[in-house]
């Protein structure tokens, strides 16, 4: 809905607007009648914007919903997932620079250990560590088949990516993975006959990495999951009128922000001051910039409640850096909650702070943290209208009708 | 949305609602830390309303849109403003008092300033004053075109309003002003074939019109912005079974309600005073009173701080005199904010306070201004979902659902 009508309000402005993201924010307290992650760190500089700025809470998807992270981030970005739907394959290439185009067919690789029998005895082959998957990914870039062009990259340990060019093409397929072990991996399939063609063709891939691997003591196998093709999601740059930037250290989130028309930054260092300092350093060529921080989640995942209180810390010791950028429009957010109690994400709604000098309606909140958003001046508000608040208050929206 | 399911839920009370609107009601501080102009007011009355009612804050379109008058007005009458789309055209003629009936076609007309090859060299004609335009309105209401009835008057400056009534008009006509100066006025042209008599008929209108004025120094052109008919709207009556009155001194708002199904009030005076005894001659025969004041907003757009205070505190001064009536239920809010701070229209979340003696649900506010009502019971809700709290405490909808 929301991308329906921005567009046609969307007018030209001088203003800086930064989306400071802290993947899976959101928590809850770890003992009852604690403070959550967000509540314990010691944030004075946050606390400060959030007594000059506004507060509020996102619903990421709609109540209830635990987000992945291309979803969530796509509905902080302005895209609501339940329209636009972009596939597990796609994020994974878009996240190694890899560019799928539409029709180009991206899938998730995992390498995983077959006992003797054929039959998965490690879905992740012992998360074997980049060094060892490094060399076996180069094997795989041998693999030919007639009539379609390949490319292969490594991603992360034991996870790969493989996308297939050529006519005709049809994403309609079936994860290779069984999501269990002691039984073999599934055959390629078409989920629809269009896909058929397609299937066959990934089908030999398979065969001939399994070929390649056979010898290998840990990854002498492959699993493919979450086929997808280019959804051609609006680009940012039509539909907000932003020239936008993405500061972002893992692949995947660097992969999300290019699909929707941001340019990826590429900067050394992958500390909270590292990619201040990187946005420092386009901040004359950029409307739009969106830092992507990625250890709050990492944290949250492990059950580490204090490691993600020192992670936010960590950001807003850094954040004078920041500031000095003197953005018109800096929002302080993130894509979902990843509470250390839960170790996963969650659906819970997520801390937004909202500073803007200029034209920001102060509230009664004095500081960032769960509670405090939930009684600010924002209220509750589905993540994709982030987008369009963040625009008004950088003066880039026209008036709605006369 | 809402129009949707209401109508069937609707049944007959006598009780009285009240929904007193201050035009742009929502403000800003105007200096850091300090506050809004409603904050700052002295509204004892409204302020003990605040404490046995419930407070909360609307969304006028949604989070980040700026609405104009007509939009703002529709979403708090309950017509979302995306779904009901009045035309430039209706808004402008309905503000001035035109009655426009479905097939009349209503447009805005702008005089501008023509070079000697016939190109605008001002799209705003210098931005004549009333003074200068009226004249001209009176010479371009003597053109009279075979078949049709036309209808001109004049706005504010250089913008005039012309209606043309008759059969078979179709109002799928685009504007004829360029944008842009250095390039001549566009022709009239149908957007659809349906339209093609219609645009035939307004360009004889805008020839003879350039006639007429070719001689004129500055206003020696015209554009034609927003050609639009009748919506027809849902009325009133049908929708909430609400025998609707409207209490306006300006045009627009009168215009907006008449289309809505209201009966526009005739009375003498201006004053929140002079409004309030407006409701009392009439309150035996209506069941809904909109009474709306508009110097809020004209001092909010002036950049007028504390004369926008002293609007409220007038509006508050007078408020016995509506309560004397005994309504069941009273709305105190805006159509949208009108910061001085920013001397516009805004996006701003707009202050709510219902008022219902018998089944209000007290919250914890006990003041009527921007930071309380974001602590308000009713919570962050769309502009359109006012109505329908008005009727439930009105003991005007049934349950829904057995």
Redesign the interface.
């Known amino acids: 809905?929301?991308l329906e009508?921005i567009p046609s309000?969307v007018r030209p402005s001088d203003s800086k607007i930064v989306l400071l993201l802290m993947d899976g924010l959101g928590g809850l307290p770890i003992t009852p009648g604690g403070p959550t992650e967000l509540e314990a760190a010691n944030t004075p500089h946050m606390d400060r914007l959030a007594t000059?700025g506004v507060l509020g809470q996102t619903i990421p998807i709609r109540p209830g919903i635990t987000p992945g992270s291309g979803p969530a981030h796509l509905a902080v970005f302005g895209y609501d997932p339940l329209i636009y739907d972009v596939g597990r394959g796609v994020l994974s290439a878009s996240g190694v620079g890899i560019k799928v185009n539409p029709g180009d067919i991206a899938v998730r690789g995992n390498f995983c250990t077959k006992d003797a029998q054929g039959n998965i005895a490690d879905r992740r082959a012992g998360r074997i560590p980049n060094e060892e998957a490094l060399p076996l990914v180069e094997k795989l870039k041998s693999i030919q088949i007639p009539g379609v062009e390949l490319e292969v990259k490594h991603l992360k340990e034991y996870r790969f990516t493989v996308v297939m060019r050529g006519d005709g093409l049809n994403d309609q397929i079936a994860d290779t993975d069984p999501q269990q072990t002691g039984v073999p991996s599934l055959p390629v399939t078409a989920t629809n006959p269009a896909a058929e063609k397609t299937a066959k063709l990934f089908q030999e891939w398979v065969d001939q990495a399994h070929e390649i691997l056979k010898d290998q003591p840990k990854a002498n196998g492959v699993n493919l999951r979450g086929f997808a093709t280019n959804p051609t999601l609006p680009q940012y740059k039509d539909i907000f009128g932003l020239k936008a930037a993405c500061v972002a250290v893992y692949p995947m989130y660097r992969g999300v922000a290019h699909l929707v028309g941001m340019e990826v930054i590429e900067f050394s260092g992958e500390s909270p001051e590292d990619e201040f300092r990187a946005a420092e350093g386009i901040w004359k060529d950029f409307d739009f910039f969106f830092i992507h921080i990625k250890k709050t989640d990492s944290k949250g995942e492990d059950g580490d409640f204090e490691g993600k209180s020192k992670v936010i810390e960590g950001v807003d010791n850094a954040l004078p850096k920041l500031l000095k950028l003197e953005p018109d429009v800096l929002i302080i957010t993130g894509d979902h909650s990843t509470p250390a109690r839960m170790k996963s994400h969650s659906w819970h709604p997520v801390p937004l702070l909202l500073w803007a000098p200029v034209?920001?309606?102060?509230?009664?909140q004095s500081t960032f943290g769960e509670r405090a958003c939930a009684?600010?001046?924002?209220?509750?508000?589905p993540a994709t209208?982030v987008?369009?608040?963040?625009?008004?208050?950088a003066n880039r929206?026209?008036?709605?009708?006369?």
């Open positions: 809905m929301t009508y309000l000059e034209t920001g309606l102060p509230d009664s009684l600010g001046g924002i209220g509750t508000i209208e987008m369009p608040l963040a625009l008004a208050h929206l026209a008036k709605f009708g006369a």
